[in-house]
């Protein structure tokens, strides 16, 4: 039994130029571990990602008038990354190497068709003209000769893996087909590599492995990738008779010639396809995506789809043509079920209390499918009650992956049907802490359609992966919203109660407080010198919060969410020159507030630490400097932050000081043995 699961964006992708979208591709290759890959586009750059956090570690790009000519690969030996620029230019590095210029390179003779790394053993280099050498060969000798082993043919594909301990590289040519080649007719063949006589040619004998039958369509173009010794997928293009082509990623039990489970991809693929640690890799629009699967051991209850998955009971059943109607009848065909049918002489109490039994064990035992069908055309009351009572009954061993399942039914919903905007459900669906954005990459952009800012905060607060775009267009319509249409919003506002006082006050009131980690309105004066004789109490009028609570807490969340600078930094530069200078303002407010704190810190759950505050400003700054700077209205906010900066630069100037008096008090006395007793005057200068 094989089933899809889990489907997430990886990275964006970039057409090259004269490409189409997803077409900038060079190659996949694993990277140090299971959960890294280094991609390589078709231009200048390869990029390594952790999977997991969908999140680059690395990006190492050459000259503007250079190329990477095949795919980078990583030397597990070493846990170096290798690639080919312009053909014959090997260049090796680390993942500590920055600039990718001044890193190792070395000229070859010949010019390379690909490089394959294979565990604990060293890489194999392909030239185009059919040579192999190991990488460690080419590095002792960079200028020895290459020979020619195939003349006139250009080699359109290559594979290395290891037989019996040993590494085993195999190409093709334009004129020679061989190995697990999908042909026109959709069939799959195959052909037994036998050790040949030299100088003499061998013809492969083949066998059919699998014949591709889909209804009435005509696979046009495929890509194949072995899972095991019982299962490929295919990655193809099906060509319906309307000529409507359909590209789908399908599953394939070749023991028993079914098909497992496929997938549909509207938005059009390259035809490429990768799989590493039980992930495909495929190019999907403009995206990368990442599509987890499983393989079970083959049989053929599995093949026909009528093995019962103890891992996925109460799921999504993998087979796309078991008919689930037709199981139950057959359930209710069984001499039990006929047993209790036939009882005829029952009273009709009886009869409706036994139908009232069973409906009652129904509800109770409601499964994903039936309610994936509710989801479909019932009520949002009759959905949300279903939902309820399908999370605290169900025993799910799966739960990540059946909360997925609802939430798509949910989201499928809502496109097709405008007016239906099952809220509390989602709600609910998010607080299991089961999703992620990977799992349901529509459900934010609906809530960012509905402006449902409830819904959003949650999403920032429980999703570990929400992408940077979506930050940025949730950051922006939190700003654009007025505070007077927050008023009576659910929003979750504990994130302020520690410095925002969430009941409204008309006046603005003056009070004394303690004047604590060196914060004072008089150290705002731009003086020459800061005299650090203040009293501990000062009288100065409290700042105020430039928004309402209700938009604090949203901003908040947004303070807290994963972000890498590189890819924040453009959708940044969407946000309005006003809306720039608003979360500024509130960025101050919460940097002096912050400053007040002994601690540097403020209480509550989920407030924003100093950090973060620090982060935000620093940010907003780089990606609006000219903007801010030449509006009038932020002249202001600049001076004030200017001041405040500073006076803090200047206070802990003062404090660096006395530390260095008191260290140096603390050397003297070990020095100097004074007896029992002693009086002594100490100056600090």
Same mark, same amino acid.
Request: charged share 20%; with cysteine; net charge negative.
């Given at each position: ?27 996949? =290759? ?17 990029? @390594? ?16 008038? /250079? ?13 170096? #990354? ?13 993942? =500590? ?65 290891? =037989? ?38 061998? *013809? ?7 014949? *591709? ?37 399908? *599953? ?19 035809? /490429? ?47 796309? #043509? ?72 169900? /025993? &799910? ?7 997925? #399942?609802?939430?798509?039914?949910? &989201? ?84 302020? *109660? ?26 705002? =004066? ?61 960025? /101050?407010?919460? #940097? ?12 509550? &759950? ?10 935000? &400003?620093? @940010? ?44 140096? @008090? ?20």
């Amino acid at each position: 039994m094989a089933a899809l699961c889990e489907e997430f964006t990886l990275c964006g992708l970039i057409a090259s130029a004269g490409a189409g979208a997803g077409q900038g591709i060079v190659g996949l =290759e694993p990277g140090p571990d299971s959960d890294r890959v280094l991609l390589t586009d078709r231009g200048r750059t390869a990029t @390594l990602y952790k999977v997991s956090d969908q999140k680059p570690l690395g990006c190492w790009s050459v000259k503007q008038d /250079q190329t990477i000519t095949c795919p980078a690969v990583c030397n597990f030996e070493t846990g170096e #990354y290798i690639a080919v620029q312009d053909n014959k230019v090997l260049r090796i590095w680390k993942d =500590e190497d920055v600039n990718f210029d001044k890193v190792f390179k070395a000229t070859l003779t010949a010019e390379v068709y690909r490089i394959h790394s294979l565990p604990y053993t060293e890489p194999l280099v392909l030239f185009k003209g059919g040579a192999v050498r190991t990488l460690d060969a080419l590095l002792a000798a960079p200028q020895q000769e290459i020979e020619n082993v195939i003349s006139d043919e250009v080699i359109r594909w290559s594979e290395a893996f290891m =037989e019996t301990q040993q590494p085993v590289l195999i190409f093709t040519t334009e004129k020679c087909h061989f190995s697990l080649l999908i042909d026109s007719n959709g069939c799959v063949y195959k052909m037994s590599l036998q050790q040949s006589v030299p100088e003499e040619e061998q *013809i492969l004998s083949k066998s059919l492995l699998l014949k *591709i039958v889909v209804s009435d369509t005509v696979l046009k173009r495929a890509s194949l990738a072995i899972l095991d010794i019982d299962h490929v997928a295919v990655l193809g293009c099906l060509d319906s008779p309307p000529n409507i082509a359909k590209e789908c990623l399908s *599953i394939w039990n070749t023991k028993f010639q079914t098909l497992q489970t496929s997938k549909e991809l509207p938005q059009g693929t390259s035809g /490429q396809l990768w799989c590493y640690g039980e992930k495909f890799f495929l190019t999907h629009g403009k995206v990368l995506t990442v599509i987890v699967y499983k393989c079970e051991t083959s049989s053929l209850a599995a093949a026909v789809g009528k093995l019962k998955d103890t891992q996925t009971s109460g799921m999504r059943t993998v087979s796309s #043509y078991v008919n689930w109607n037709m199981l139950q009848e057959e359930d209710l065909a069984s001499p039990r079920a006929q047993q209790s049918v036939t009882a005829k002489t029952e009273s009709k109490r009886t009869l409706r209390s036994r139908r009232n039994n069973v409906a009652k064990v129904q509800r109770d035992t409601l499964t994903v499918e039936q309610l994936l069908s509710d989801i479909k055309d019932s009520s949002q009351n009759d959905i949300e009650e279903e939902l309820r009572q399908f999370l605290s009954n169900a /025993q &799910m061993s799966d739960f990540q992956a059946t909360v997925g #399942y609802v939430i798509t039914g949910l &989201m499928n919903r809502c496109k097709t049907e405008p007016t239906f905007y099952p809220r509390n459900c989602l709600v609910q669906l998010i607080q299991t802490q089961g999703l992620s954005y990977s799992l349901c990459p529509d459900l934010m952009a609906v809530a960012l359609e509905k402006t449902d800012v409830h819904l959003l905060q949650l999403c920032l607060q429980q999703f570990p992966d929400v992408p940077e775009a979506v930050t940025c267009a949730c950051l922006k319509a939190f700003l654009s919203i007025n505070d007077d249409s927050l008023q009576g919003t659910n929003v979750n506002l504990d994130s302020v *109660i520690g410095y925002i006082d969430i009941t409204p006050n008309d006046q603005v009131e003056k009070k004394s407080e303690t004047v604590q980690n060196g914060f004072s309105s008089e150290l705002m =004066e731009d003086s020459c010198d800061v005299q650090l004789t203040h009293k501990s109490h000062v009288m100065y009028t409290e700042e105020l919060c430039p928004v309402g609570p209700q938009k604090a807490a949203l901003l908040n969340a947004i303070l807290h969410s994963a972000y890498s600078e590189t890819f924040l930094l453009p959708h940044l530069k969407d946000l309005s020159a006003q809306q720039v200078v608003l979360f500024l303002r509130y960025l /101050q407010y919460l #940097y002096i507030k912050c400053s007040e704190k002994v601690s540097m810190n403020f209480p509550g &759950m989920r407030s924003p630490t100093i950090n973060q505050i620090m982060d935000w &400003m620093c @940010l907003l700054l780089d990606a609006h400097f000219t903007v801010v700077v030449m509006l009038p209205e932020a002249k202001g906010l600049l001076f004030s932050l200017h001041k405040f900066v500073r006076a803090q630069v200047r206070f802990h100037s003062e404090l660096n000081k006395i530390e260095g008096s008191l260290q140096e @008090l603390q050397r003297i006395k070990h020095q100097k043995d004074f007896g029992l007793y002693s009086i002594e005057m100490l100056e600090l200068v």
